[in-house]
């Protein structure tokens, strides 16, 4: 079974849409989760941290739930500008060495 | 604004050649990786630092070296390139042993031929 599992997708939405994306981690001891994206050939760039109590920035809300051990990405009212694929970042108590999901890749259309 | 840079975009190479890849970063970061992207395969990591001379063999370290002789600067060796070597490879840093963001050079498309 894979550390940290995400959907690769594609997602494909209208603009204006909701989308989230969910990701599921194997390892109890997981402290810290990260949502990067990346864009198409571009090296990938932290989005935003996850906290445990939710978080938000703007449009996109990221949400932990510890007991089920999954991660999730929320994006309102999508911009054909939010096209990209979205990783899902896992660390473990003791590590300084992240575990990465492979990505799920969002397209926003007109 | 920390900037990661990597001595080069795009890479042509021969099987067998030795290659160097070097990055750079700029903000007196005491760990730093290296990491090969593949499509369907995600980010993998190949070797990482956490202060200079020090190495660590991340999952799948073989056909590589690394060198990390100051510590600003971390090179990826490939002894003789091989085909299967072609990928993306991307290096990052992050500040501290506690810290877990990492930032990201722009990445070495590299060639095997």
């Known amino acids: 079974r894979k550390e940290v599992e995400q959907d690769p997708g594609p997602f494909n939405v209208p603009e204006g849409a909701t989308v989230a994306f969910n990701c599921t981690y194997s390892?109890?001891?997981?402290?810290?989760f990260f949502w990067y994206r990346q864009d198409c050939r571009k090296e990938p760039k932290l989005l935003m941290s996850?906290?445990?109590s939710g978080n938000e920035d703007g449009r996109f809300t990221a949400q932990l739930n510890r007991a089920s051990q999954y991660i999730s990405l929320l994006i309102r009212d999508s911009k054909l500008s939010d096209s990209a694929t979205y990783l899902c970042?896992?660390?473990?108590?003791?590590?300084?060495?992240?575990?990465f999901g492979r990505g799920t890749s969002l397209i926003v259309h007109p | 604004d920390v900037k990661v840079t990597q001595s080069s975009r795009y890479l042509v190479k021969r099987t067998g050649e030795k290659v160097f890849l070097e990055c750079v970063q700029d903000?007196?970061?005491?760990?730093m990786f290296w990491y090969r992207q593949d499509p369907g395969l995600g980010l993998r990591l190949i070797y990482f630092?956490?202060?200079?001379?020090?190495?660590e063999k991340g999952d799948i370290p073989e056909g590589y070296s690394v060198s990390r002789e100051k510590k600003e600067r971390f090179s990826l060796i490939l002894e003789s390139a091989s085909t299967n070597q072609t990928s993306m490879y991307l290096c990052?840093?992050?500040?501290?042993?506690?810290?877990?963001?990492?930032?990201f050079g722009p990445g070495t498309r590299l060639t095997v031929t």
């Open positions: 990052a840093s992050s500040p501290h042993r506690g810290s877990y963001e990492q930032y």
């Open positions: 390892n109890s001891a997981s402290q810290s």
């Open positions: 996850v906290y445990s």
């Open positions: 970042v896992v660390n473990t108590v003791g590590s300084y060495i992240p575990t």
């Open positions: 903000m007196d970061h005491e760990n």
């Open positions: 630092s956490y202060d200079v001379k020090m190495k």
